[in-house]
């Protein structure tokens, strides 16, 4: 069984970091795009990064630029997100994405999705 396991969320002053983390388990991803997602409270879930099989970074959504960065160690078949100076407006539950090709995480069709982890950013 595939699964995808997102962890590192959690309550966060403004200002603040996090590093999330996902880690595969039932196959690997070393040939595999993988990505982030997140879904404010009642809004629609938006691509955060994603990041190529060979650990080239391909996409950022604008308002996550300069503040997040996406990393793979392929070895330990995980994914990471860092996110530095966090706002209010990142609050979310952030998923993790892989499987396919960064084309497919781009259009939110991923083989896989974790089950999501909250961020919550006080101000």
């Known amino acids: 069984q595939v699964q995808l396991v997102e962890s590192g969320g959690g309550l966060v002053q403004a200002g603040g970091s996090l590093r999330l983390s996902c880690a595969a388990s039932?196959?690997?991803?070393?040939?595999?795009?993988m990505g982030w997602f997140r879904q404010p409270p009642g809004k629609e879930r938006d691509l955060v990064a994603v990041?190529?099989?060979?650990?080239?970074?391909?996409y950022y959504a604008d308002s996550v630029k300069g503040r997040f960065t996406i990393s793979r160690d392929n070895a330990k078949n995980t994914v990471y997100l860092q996110m530095n100076s966090l706002k209010p407006e990142d609050t979310a539950v952030y998923y993790c994405?892989?499987?396919?090709?960064?084309?497919?995480?781009?259009?939110?069709?991923?083989?896989?999705w974790g089950q999501g982890t909250q961020v919550t950013v006080s101000s």
């Open positions: 994405a892989g499987g396919g090709s960064a084309a497919a995480i781009r259009r939110a069709s991923p083989t896989y």
């Open positions: 039932g196959r690997t991803f070393n040939s595999d795009a």
């Open positions: 990041i190529g099989w060979t650990g080239a970074v391909t």
